[in-house]
């Protein structure tokens, strides 16, 4: 999380506004009825929450939700892959952006080493998780980082997501010219590891596929800036204080919290889900432009990935 955001004299939500375990339950019962497959728990640092075991032991037993994922920035790997796995978690998605400790040092905030992630990598292979892992790749940065980053997964047999830099929220004061774009990506892995494509596995997927003519094994490459895909999207967000986004770029998200604590019942939250999803017109990656940019938009580390 942006050092220069949470600060010392950063006030955090108190608990009582963050949802509560079967708050969330409730919710996503409410979106599997409407044909969701897929949860993702993500932050922020979803491991950082003191009773998230319980939350995915609960959302396992209590909803018929199909694949339920996590992402995290794999520090505390070591310490929970067993009990992810044991809890029911299908796959983690661990955030790495550099192997070189100086580069992955000033990318993270100036608060670990890529070693430390590594390790939680290791860790939940080790305990039978199925791994994915994500790179934002910023021109300027680390894009001397993509093959160093794609021969050390292909060691690791794990498939590796190349991600653009892209204008979530507006502390990391984004700029166009940081962006080291998809053919960019896609031509630095060719100029050593032959690619060829692979269809998607579902409409919406928002990776581009490939597969090592030499090995089998996949990467992806999200290509948000320069090419949307905003008419396929069929992602919704639920922030930890009970907002409901249906883009990532959004500006502000439909309290649905109050609806659950005044009591209202699932038929109101369910039609009031509905309603919102139903309405929605965000278009933001596709209407990208200097207007766009400047507007204020929720923080990645506020709504996650």
Request: proline residues 4%; glycine residues 6%.
């Amino acid at each position: 999380m942006p050092k220069e955001i949470f600060g010392p004299d950063y006030q955090f939500l108190k608990n009582d506004d963050i949802l509560s375990n079967e708050e969330i339950v409730t919710i996503v019962k409410c979106f599997v009825e409407f044909g969701v497959e897929k949860l993702r728990l993500t932050g922020g640092e979803p491991l950082l929450r003191k009773d998230l075991i319980p939350l995915i032991q609960a959302l396992r037993s209590e909803t018929s939700v199909p694949e339920i994922s996590l992402t995290t920035n794999g520090a505390l790997l070591p310490r929970y892959a067993k009990s992810l796995k044991d809890s029911g978690i299908s796959r983690v998605n661990v955030s790495l952006d550099s192997l070189d400790e100086t580069r992955f040092f000033k990318i993270s905030g100036e608060r670990a080493k890529p070693q430390a992630v590594l390790r939680g990598i290791e860790s939940a292979i080790e305990s039978g998780l199925e791994m994915k892992a994500n790179m934002v790749v910023q021109r300027g940065v680390n894009e001397l980082d993509i093959l160093p980053m794609a021969e050390k997964f292909r060691s690791l047999n794990l498939t590796l997501r190349f991600i653009e830099y892209m204008d979530v929220g507006n502390s990391n004061h984004w700029n166009l010219n940081e962006v080291f774009t998809a053919k960019e990506i896609l031509d630095t892995i060719q100029s050593k590891y032959p690619v060829e494509p692979v269809e998607p596995n579902y409409i919406g997927e928002v990776a581009t596929r490939y597969r090592y003519l030499d090995t089998n094994q996949e990467i992806g490459i999200i290509s948000s800036i320069s090419k949307p895909f905003c008419r396929d999207c069929n992602r919704a967000r639920i922030s930890a204080d009970g907002k409901l986004f249906t883009c990532l770029f959004a500006s502000e998200g439909t309290d649905i919290k109050s609806i659950l604590r005044n009591n209202e019942g699932t038929e109101v939250l369910k039609k009031t889900l509905s309603k919102i999803w139903g309405q929605r017109a965000d278009r933001y990656s596709e209407e990208r432009s200097k207007r766009t940019q400047e507007k204020t938009k929720i923080e990645m580390s506020y709504i996650g990935g």
